[in-house]
């Protein structure tokens, strides 16, 4: 038969996300099941943001405020600098999708790294875009070989810092190298989702570059404030390139409940801290357990560590499942012997490196 699907649609190869606890319970018919493959919060949501919601509720009857006109005056004020610098997004997810419609023409190119977030490549490919990719150098990325890369048909860079699923990061001096002398006709997006776990000094300030460059800055409340659920993201960058990403965005793309709990959690400053410290001392535990299985490991700013398990890390993953621990493989990612795994609370991070050390 004839397919009367677009013909690159045929091509791509889905997304796959990490499973779900209450289809492994269901599966497998286990009681006990924790998940530490999608780099979410182990703390929960910030409690701030659960009342705010729980407030918001006798509102729903109402469409959400289409310009988020008090969130974006929130962020404004925390980032110094104005809403109209600001676009809100369904999950920084979307703000990849909306991106990629306001910029890039359908005979130009999107450039990224090898192992790097999934979605730049399906979300380009889904809109019939080239995505081409430069290998990443001992897990980062290669940013010099990303700039030689780059040609007349390259619009827009994916850089996300720190990258998923490697945790590595790219210093400031790396990034200013990079921008000095980029083609004025050239975009970079910086993924900033895990921003909140960094702990070294050469980070870049990614939000100075706006004014002067290309640049687009992504942020989420998924990750560090526990809200992957209400899907919240947003984009900040100079107001003629906000404008036109608001153009193209749908008009009640953010959610009622999504608005009110990323006012709430801006505010819910103990939740983050808390969230940090633990991050921190999972992070630890876990380096200290896995050398002592003899275990290579890429360290890692993030809240998740990619694991070299010495053989199929789909295997491993498989194995793990049954006794109740869900991880993420790196299959789809293109690294066979690998799995990540997300730092959880003190209790989840012991299960981990327990079943891990039965299954190996
Ligand atoms: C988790 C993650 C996101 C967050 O996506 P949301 O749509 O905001 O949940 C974005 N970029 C990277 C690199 C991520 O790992």
New binding site residues.
């Given amino acids: 038969m004839i397919s009367l699907v677009r013909k690159h649609i045929l091509k791509i190869d889905p997304y796959e996300a990490g499973k779900p606890i209450e289809e492994v319970k269901r599966q497998l018919g286990l009681k006990e099941v924790i998940k530490l493959a999608s780099?979410e919060n182990p703390l929960g949501p910030s409690p701030k943001a659960v009342a705010a919601m729980k407030r918001s509720l006798s509102e729903l009857n109402r469409y959400p405020d289409s310009s988020g006109f008090y969130l974006k005056r929130k962020l404004a004020k925390f980032l110094s600098l104005t809403p109209a610098n600001i676009v809100l997004g369904n999950?920084?997810?979307?703000l990849i999708d909306i991106i990629i419609k306001t910029f890039v023409e359908e005979d130009e190119h999107i450039l990224t790294a090898d192992h790097t977030?999934l979605?730049y490549k399906i979300i380009g490919s889904v809109k019939g875009r080239t995505v081409n990719c430069v290998p990443l150098k001992y897990f980062k990325y290669d940013l010099v070989a990303l700039k030689k890369k780059i040609d007349r048909k390259t619009k827009l860079i994916f850089i996300?810092n720190p990258n998923?699923p490697t945790g590595t990061y790219v210093t400031k001096y790396e990034l200013e190298d990079f921008l000095k002398g980029l083609p004025h006709g050239v975009i970079v997006v910086l993924?900033e989702?895990?921003d909140a776990f960094i702990d070294v000094d050469d980070f870049p300030n990614s939000l100075s570059l706006i004014r002067n460059q290309n640049v687009i800055v992504?942020k989420?409340f998924?990750?560090a404030y526990g809200l992957?659920g209400v899907?919240l993201?947003y984009a900040v960058t100079r107001p003629e390139f906000a404008a036109y990403m608001e153009i193209s965005r749908q008009p009640f793309n953010v959610n009622l409940l999504a608005q009110a709990a990323g006012m709430a959690a801006l505010e819910d400053r103990a939740f983050l801290q808390k969230t940090r410290r633990t991050i921190l001392e999972g992070k630890n535990y876990l380096y200290d357990n896995l050398k002592k299985l003899g275990l290579a490991y890429v360290p890692s700013v993030a809240n998740f560590i990619l694991i070299d398990v010495g053989k199929d890390g789909f295997e491993v993953f498989r194995e793990m499942l049954k006794f109740g621990v869900i991880v993420r493989h790196m299959r789809q990612y293109g690294l066979k012997n690998y799995i990540r795994v997300t730092v959880g609370t003190k209790r989840e991070n012991e299960r981990f490196v327990k079943v891990l050390k039965k299954v190996l």
């Fill in positions: 780099n999950g920084s997810d979307e977030f979605e996300a998923n993924d989702a895990y992504l989420t998924s990750k992957a899907r993201g």
